[in-house]
């Protein structure tokens, strides 16, 4: 299972996906062009040296990144405020790559156009959207969890 970050704009928000995807033991796709140098002070501080610890691919283009995904044959799964179908109904595979779009606008059709499931956390109808990183941790986690890849725990010694 993999976690993609497409074209992240706030550096504090990528670091915590890194640190989420580290902490939980999956790898991670960045793909850019992002809204910030990723050597940006700010994103390597939000990952403190869990970055060390997550395997990261960093993709040129949407195209790029899902030319090597269908080689691969993962399905990308979307989260996305515009789904039909929430997170806790969607059956996982292990191989699934989970994709969060743009912080500020989301992901865009052709994101949305290749994507092979597209899943949404239930919210109150009032409200726009979570903070990226919390939907992702939410999702991931029911993912790890349905697909028996969730770290054990306790950890062993």
């Not at 989420?20 to 910030?36: K, M, S």
């Amino acid at each position: 299972m993999r976690l993609a970050l497409y074209q992240p704009d706030i550096p504090q928000n990528a670091g915590t996906l890194l640190r989420l995807a580290a902490c939980l033991g999956v790898a991670a796709d960045i793909v850019e062009p992002a809204g910030f140098p990723v050597s940006d002070r700010a994103f390597r501080r939000a990952g403190l040296d869990y970055l060390e610890k997550v395997s990261i691919i960093r993709h040129a283009s949407f195209a790029a990144f899902d030319a090597r995904r269908r080689a691969e044959g993962g399905r990308l799964v979307l989260l996305t405020t515009r789904a039909e179908t929430s997170y806790l109904d969607a059956r996982f595979a292990p191989d699934d790559v989970l994709m969060v779009g743009r912080e500020s606008a989301g992901a865009p059709a052709e994101v949305h156009d290749a994507a092979d499931l597209r899943v949404a956390v239930p919210m109150l109808p009032d409200l726009r959207s979570l903070n990226v990183a919390i939907a992702a941790a939410m999702v991931l986690s029911e993912a790890l969890r349905q697909t028996g890849l969730f770290p054990s725990w306790p950890p062993p010694a």
